[in-house]
C-alpha cells in the first residue's frame, strides 16, 4: 500500500509539473507578445493570463485536494498525512497569491480600459495575432482535456474492475458467514458432547457405588459363612453330647448285664445244674466286656483326634479367611478414599474448567458484539463520509472554509477509526489470552481423567485378585463343608442351599463386573476419538474464521478505495466539464467584445 500511495503521489507530482511547465511557456509566449503590444491588447493579455492562472490555480488545488482525500480515506501513514498538510497548505497560499495577482490584473484592466479609447486602431492589427495565440492556447487546453478523458475513461475501466471484485468479495463473505455459522454449530455439538460425557461419568461413579454395593453384599455372605461355621462349632458339641449320652447307655447296659450276673448267681446258687450255664454266662461276659470296652477305647480315641483336628484346620481357615478379609478391607478403604479424592479433584478441574468455558463464551460473545458495534460505527461512519462527500458534489462552488471543516472531519472520523481498530486489537488480544488459558483446563481435565482411569484399572485389578482370594476362600470353606457334610447328614441340605446361593450371588456378581468394565472401556475409547475429533474440526474451523476475517476486512478496504477513487474521478469530470463550459463561455464573450469595439473602432473612423 505505501509503494502504490508513493506512486499515485509521483504521477500526480508528475501531472502537475508538466501542467505547470505548459502554463509557463504561455505565459512567456504571452510577455513576447506583450511587449509588442499595448493598450486594449495588454488588457487582452492579461484577461487571458487571468484566466490561465485561474485554470491553473484550480487544477492544481484538485489534483492537491484529490491527493489529499486519499491519503485520509486510507489512513496509511502519519507521515504521509504531513506532507500532505503542507502541501494543502502551500497550494492554500499559492492559491492565495493567485487570487491577489487576478485582483491587481483587474485594476490594470480598469486603468487599461480607462487609457486605451485612443488606440483602437493601433489594436485593430495586433487582434488577429492575439486571437491566433489565443487559438493555440486553446487547442493545448483540448489536449490537455483529451489526456485527462482518457484517463477517466481508464478510471471508470478500474471502477468497473473493482465493482466486480466486490461482488466476489460479497460472495466469499456469504460463504464466510455460512462457514462462521457451522463452526458455531460444531461447537454446540461439541458442548453437547462433553455434557453427555459428564453424564456418563455420573453413570460410571454410580455403577462404581452399585459395585460398592455388590462387594459389601458378598461381604455379609462371608459372615453369613463364618456364621455357619459357628453353627458347626455348636453341632460338635451336639456330638460330643450324644457321644455321652451313648457311654450312658452303656453303662446301663453293664448295670443290666451285672444284675442278669446276680441273677445267674441266685440261680446257680439255687440250682447246682446251672453251673455250667453259669460259667458260660460268665465267659460270654467277660467277653462282651472286653470287647465293648475295647470298642468304647477306640472310638473315643478317634472321635478326639478328629474333633481336635477339625477344631484346629476349623480355626486356622478361619483366622485366615478373617486376616485376608480385613486386609482387603482396608485395601478397598485406602482405593475408595483415592477414588473419592480423584473424583474431588476432577469435579474441581470440571468446575474450573467450566468457569473457563464459562469467560470464554463471554468474551467471544463481547468480540461479536464489539465486532457489531464497530461494523456499525463503520458503516455509520461511512455514511457519514458518502452524505459528506453528496453535500460536497451538489455544491460544487464550495469555498475553502468548506473544505478545510470537511478536511478535519475526515480527520476526526479516521482517528476515531484507528482508535476502534486499537480497541479492536485490544479484545482481540484478550479472547486469545482466554483461548489459552481454556486449552490448559482442558489438558488438566484430560490429565486428570487419564490419573483416574489409571486407578480405575488398579482399582479393578485389586478387585479381581480380591475375588480370587475370596474364591479360593470359598473353596477351602466348601472342602470344610463337605468334610463335615460325611460326618454330619443333618447338616448337608442346609449347608448345600447356602453354597448355591453364594455361588449364585458371585457368578452374578463377575458377570455384572465384566459386562460394566467392558461398557466403560468401550465408551471411554468412543468419547476420547469423538473428543480428539472435535478439537481437530475447532481447530481447524478456528483458523479459517480468522483467515476470513482477515480477507474480509481487506476486501472491505480495497472496497472503500475503490470507491473513494470511483467518486473522486467523478468529481473531476465534473469539474473539468464545468470549467471547460466556463471557458467556452468567457470565450464567446470576449468575442462578442472585441467584435463590438470593432464595430466601434469603425463607427469613431467614420
Known sequence: MNNNFYDLGQHHYLLMQETFSTFTKIHKEFLNIQKSFQGFEHFKIQCTMEGMYYLWGEVNFHYLNELVQYHQSVSVSRKASITLRDVNEQTKKENKAHSSKIQELKHELMNARSNNKVQTDDLQLGFDMSSSEYSKVIETLESEMERLRSRIQQSEEEKIITIKNNVALKKQLSTLENHLQQTSQEVHMIKLASEEKDKNLMDLKNSFSALNSKFLEQSEDLRTL???????????????????????????????????????????????????????????????????????????????????????????????????????????????????????????????????????????????????????????????????????????????????????QQEELFLRINELEGRLLKVRSDYESLKVSSEEAYRERDYLAEKINHEKELNDSKGNSLQRQVRQKTQEVSELSSMFQSQLEALEETHSSTMKQLYETIGTAQDSCSRLQQQIEDQKEMYDQRISDLNRKFEESRRRSEENRKESHEALKKALVAEDLTNQYKMRIKEVEDRLHATEQRFASFKRAKTMSASLGHLQRI
Open 226 to 408: 463364618l456364621a455357619q461355621t459357628e453353627i458347626l462349632h455348636k453341632n460338635k458339641s451336639e456330638l460330643t453330647k450324644i457321644l455321652s449320652s451313648v457311654k450312658g447307655r452303656l453303662e446301663e447296659a453293664e448295670l443290666r448285664v451285672h444284675d442278669s450276673v446276680k441273677l445267674t448267681e441266685a440261680a446257680v446258687m439255687e440250682k447246682d445244674a446251672a453251673l455250667l450255664r453259669e460259667k458260660h454266662t460268665l465267659t460270654e461276659v467277660k467277653r462282651l466286656e472286653k470287647a465293648v470296652s475295647i470298642l468304647m477305647d477306640e472310638a473315643g480315641l478317634k472321635a478326639k483326634v478328629e474333633v481336635t483336628k477339625l477344631k484346629d484346620e476349623f480355626n486356622l481357615n478361619i483366622k485366615r479367611l478373617s486376616e485376608d478379609l480385613m486386609k482387603a478391607e482396608l485395601s478397598i478403604n485406602d482405593k475408595q478414599l483415592q477414588f473419592e479424592r480423584s473424583i474431588r479433584d476432577l469435579k474441581k478441574a470440571e468446575g474450573h474448567a467450566s468457569t473457563l468455558e464459562n469467560k470464554y463464551e463471554k468474551a467471544c460473545k463481547e468480540h461479536e458484539s464489539k465486532e457489531g458495534m464497530l461494523n456499525q460505527r463503520i458503516n455509520s461512519l461511512e455514511n457519514r463520509i458518502a452524505r459528506l462527500q453528496s453535500e460536497k458534489e451538489s455544491t460544487s462552488a464550495a469555498n475553502i472554509e468548506t473544505s478545510q471543516d470537511f478536511n478535519q
